[in-house]
């Protein structure tokens, strides 16, 4: 039977796998190990990290309906605000090594690169959930709350398209993402929703 310390130490150790990339990079980046670019390395490296981030918090709801353990719920919030962290961190590294905080020079940035819109839509999303993701909005919204959250899957769709606007050409690594994030995708249907506890019950049986 897991205790309120169990549980704390796992919520402490979500925390610290979550914080110990970002320590990684920020160490490379300070001792010169992050190659020539250390201001691109960590906008692409942050960025894939929020992108797993988002996944990661998006596969706990399917988890929980497949385990039934309570450890996964008990990460959600805890996760979302990490991707919305790496996010932001993504957006303040473009700002500082990309553009170098010349902001007269965004609007020309936005023509020729118009994926740093989809991206910004997908943060102010991201901020949305995290500023609503506490239990005094859960109650204000009521039944709205869940509709508003489903927002993530919208979110992730725009993320994806970010990517593969990046990527254009390499496809290889945006389709590995891009599936993981159908699977998770699926198993919000109804139909596969249904099965997964089916699944659970008869995995418990063998
Ligand atoms: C204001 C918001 C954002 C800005 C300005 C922004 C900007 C950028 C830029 C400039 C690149 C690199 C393009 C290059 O290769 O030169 C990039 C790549 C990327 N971004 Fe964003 N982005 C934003 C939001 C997001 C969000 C919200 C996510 C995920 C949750 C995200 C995930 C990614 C990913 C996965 C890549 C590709 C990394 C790779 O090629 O390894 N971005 N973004």
Redesign the pocket.
Known sequence: MATRNTWRTWRAGVFLAALTPLVVWGWQVANNAAGPEPG?YL???I??G??W??LLTLSLTPLTRLTRWKGFTLIRRQLGLW?LA??TL??LS??LF?LGLDWAMLGSELVK?P??IV??L??IG?AVLGATSNRWSMRRLGKRWKTLHRLAYP?LG??LL??LW??RADLG?WVM?AAIAALVMATRLPPVARTLPRIRYRLAGT
């Open positions: 691109r906008l692409l490296n960025g894939t929020a992108l981030m988002l991707t790496y996010a993504h957006m473009y700002a990309i690169r994926y740093i991206g910004m997908a943060l991201l979110i725009l993320v970010h990517f990046v990527v690594e993402y």
